[in-house]
């Protein structure tokens, strides 16, 4: 990576990237063994799961923080840069109600939630490799990987349900 992208990733953006990738791979991993749950309890377990999977996230990188600031500006560092691990649910937990509420049955719906999140870790995986400087083939095998991730845990989720 040369420096200039260095500077305009930077470290906050890279741990935001991160944190969105593991929420979408958290939410996806979720969705698709709730086949069986009612919709209210979808939404309650995805939810509560990214909730707990987020506060762990934050634990642990404040316990390895090795800055010399205060506790409390190292835990609401983590928290802001974190968070999108949590707010990326919030787009597949609503297409898989939008989905339910027009008719679609869950298993469906759920299955276009695991898409829309598996979406979402492609594209933010690809942008985050091109932000850090990666050269054009090692862009593109990101977005391959992330691809492969994709299908195989849809592949997982047909496979269960």
Same mark, same amino acid.
Request: net charge neutral; hydrophobic share 60%.
């Given at each position: 990576?040369?420096?200039?992208?260095?500077?305009?990733? /930077?470290?906050?953006?890279?741990?935001?990237? +991160?944190?969105?990738?593991? /929420?979408?791979?958290?939410?996806?991993?979720?969705?698709? /063994?709730?086949?069986?749950?009612?919709?209210?309890?979808?939404? $309650? &377990? &995805?939810?509560?799961?990214?909730? #707990?999977?987020?506060?762990?996230?934050?634990?642990? +990188?404040?316990? /390895?923080?090795?800055?010399?600031?205060?506790?409390?500006?190292?835990?609401?560092?983590?928290?802001? &840069?974190?968070?999108?691990?949590?707010? &990326?649910?919030? %787009?597949?937990?609503?297409?898989? %109600?939008? $989905? #339910?509420?027009?008719? %679609?049955? $869950?298993?469906?719906?759920?299955?276009?939630?695991?898409?829309?999140?598996?979406?979402?870790?492609?594209?933010?995986?690809?942008?985050?490799?091109?932000?850090?400087?990666?050269?054009?083939? %090692?862009?593109?095998?990101?977005?391959?990987?992330?691809?492969?991730?994709?299908?195989?845990?849809?592949?997982?989720?047909?496979?269960?349900?």
């Amino acid at each position: 990576m040369d420096a200039e992208n260095a500077r305009r990733l /930077g470290t906050d953006a890279a741990e935001r990237i +991160s944190a969105g990738c593991y /929420g979408a791979l958290v939410s996806a991993s979720t969705l698709m /063994g709730l086949g069986t749950a009612d919709l209210s309890d979808v939404i $309650l &377990v &995805v939810a509560l799961t990214n909730l #707990v999977y987020f506060a762990t996230h934050v634990f642990a +990188s404040t316990l /390895g923080d090795v800055s010399s600031e205060r506790s409390w500006p190292i835990i609401r560092h983590h928290l802001a &840069v974190s968070a999108p691990m949590v707010s &990326v649910t919030f %787009v597949p937990l609503l297409v898989v %109600v939008a $989905l #339910v509420a027009t008719g %679609v049955d $869950l298993p469906t719906a759920l299955l276009w939630g695991v898409g829309v999140a598996m979406s979402y870790l492609i594209a933010v995986a690809t942008v985050g490799a091109r932000l850090r400087g990666s050269s054009p083939i %090692v862009v593109i095998l990101t977005a391959v990987g992330a691809a492969v991730i994709a299908v195989l845990l849809v592949l997982a989720k047909l496979l269960l349900h």
